[in-house]
DNA sequence: TCAGTACTCAAGATAGTACTTGAATACTTC
DNA sequence: GAAGTATTCAAGTACTATCTTGAGTACTGA
């Protein structure tokens, strides 16, 4: 790699050619390591992997998601396999992609949240955004309960389907953003309606809360996605479980046991 | 750049020219994230990051410890400021790098933890360099502790005194690898002596442990270091605590508050 | 003021990564 | 077995990152 010897020991730099049996280890696990970063190092690849953590998808699904081409969103999906971060199963036509640990999960949030606490652009960004929308105002967590009390509220969840069903919080209504325009008759007449998505960073509750107040109803954002929910320890409601059916399960539910910082999920 | 419309729309590739506002929401704030996983995307900065977590320390001893040319570890640690991770004050002639966040450790070792639990060469890397010096018994915590209780071990931290000062294992004692060779006598005779150094992948404690079976003591390898211990919950005693001397002090403490989420490799 | 030190900057060679395109593969369905 | 579909592969081009070298800056101490 690095040429001959001659006079290459004489550089102040590091005697990369002398390199002691430690050295070699030290720089085949920090190798091992970054190839975990490596595949976080690109942006699609951030978004993909958020995607698959919501459930397990297709190729071409989580491509159009992420508004990539098919061969593009094939190629950053086998670089998330080769670092051990996501597992694919054929089905037929059909290559499923999963999250391999919910470890990874957490490392995509902790990433997140060292993002939102050390880079201010984060937080400009996302306000420049919502202020563009008129929606910088926000339901957080603990307001929503009050809310879900207080019996005047709808909770909304505009994800995809597929998604509502593989886990969604208690007592929310599944109106796709694409179905919501022609399903307004639906919802609660007079009722205010709080709107939650994947998470912070996904806008489709901001688009639903836009077009609920086009048309005249009261709306809201909820601050946190569905796995933010799912990280604070809270418990979700599946496909499995929701006979249950909407009632007020949100307020029968114990307030938050651990704040701190439970890996849960 | 994606040429005339014509039968361009046919194509199964995103229209990359038409981008919503939510989609330019979404690239903004995914290229900052991985500004973050860009930064770590190096096993080099990983490596300085590691090594900045153990202390503040100054640009030439980071290139030293890390091996690399001078220039080159402060470029790498210029990437690691801009993306937040680590912070830089100059005091006369040195600039000192401390981490900027203990959120950062934090992401640095769930990194650590995905590619262990992940990547099955980081365990084969590990078991043939220390299969090679002979060490594949290593001593963990619980056993540890039953060794200071029974009283007849020497905790041994071999890496450099300023790590030491800033926090180490209650009880230990502080020898230096460079300094082991010639300071033998101080250890206490006919006992056991168990040696630790930054972590998993450092090899400090290795060597001292080769050093001193090569002078006929009977030495172990502790199998965490100093992260993994404070990150577990334990105390660490400081250069400004030390004054309690070193009696036996691990003896005396609460036995792991929480052992709940170990790597447990 | 001058030499020395610690660090940073600029520039260039090299290597690696990203995205696109068109073709190939693998499986299903008719 | 032929047509169709989901995905992957291969190759080309543009871009980005890395490391090195030598010069430049900022501060210290004589």
Redesign the interface.
């Known amino acids: 790699m690095n040429g001959s010897a001659g006079k290459a020991a004489r550089?102040?730099?590091?005697p990369?050619a002398a390199?002691s049996?430690?050295?070699r280890?030290?720089?085949?696990?920090?190798?091992?390591?970054?190839?975990?970063?490596?595949a976080?190092?690109?942006?699609?690849r951030?978004?993909l992997l958020e995607l698959v953590a919501q459930g397990p998808r297709t190729v071409e699904r989580l491509?159009r998601l992420a508004?990539?081409?098919?061969a593009?969103a094939s190629q950053h999906l086998q670089v998330l396999r080769e670092?051990?971060?996501v597992e694919s199963t054929k089905q037929g036509l059909f290559v499923t992609y999963r999250l391999?640990?919910p470890?990874?999960g957490?490392?995509l949030l902790?990433?997140?949240?060292?993002?939102e606490?050390?880079?201010a652009?984060?937080e400009r960004?996302?306000r420049e955004?919502l202020a563009?929308h008129g929606q910088l105002e926000e339901v957080d967590e603990a307001a929503l309960r009050r809310k879900v009390r207080g019996g005047d509220v709808t909770l909304l969840d505009v994800r995809p389907p597929e998604e509502f069903e593989a886990g969604h919080i208690p007592g929310a209504l599944s109106v796709p953003l694409p179905d919501l325009a022609r399903r307004l008759a639906e919802l609660p007449k007079g009722q205010e309606i709080v709107a939650y998505c994947r998470g912070p960073?996904c806008?489709l509750a901001?688009?639903a809360v836009g077009l609920l107040r086009r048309r005249g109803l009261r709306a809201l954002r909820l601050e946190d996605g569905i796995l933010d929910w799912a990280a604070a320890g809270h418990r979700l409601e599946c496909a499995a479980t929701a006979s249950r059916a909407r009632s007020n399960s949100l307020a029968n539910q114990a307030p938050a046991p651990s704040p701190s910082r439970r890996?849960a999920r």
């Open positions: 550089t102040a730099a590091a990369r390199r049996p430690g050295r280890f030290k720089d085949a696990i920090y190798a091992q390591f970054s190839r975990v970063s490596k976080l190092a690109s942006p699609h951030i978004e491509g508004d990539l081409g098919l593009n670092a051990g971060l391999a640990d470890l990874v957490e490392l902790t990433l997140r949240r060292v993002a606490r050390r880079l652009e984060v960004i996302t955004f563009g960073y806008v901001v688009e890996p």
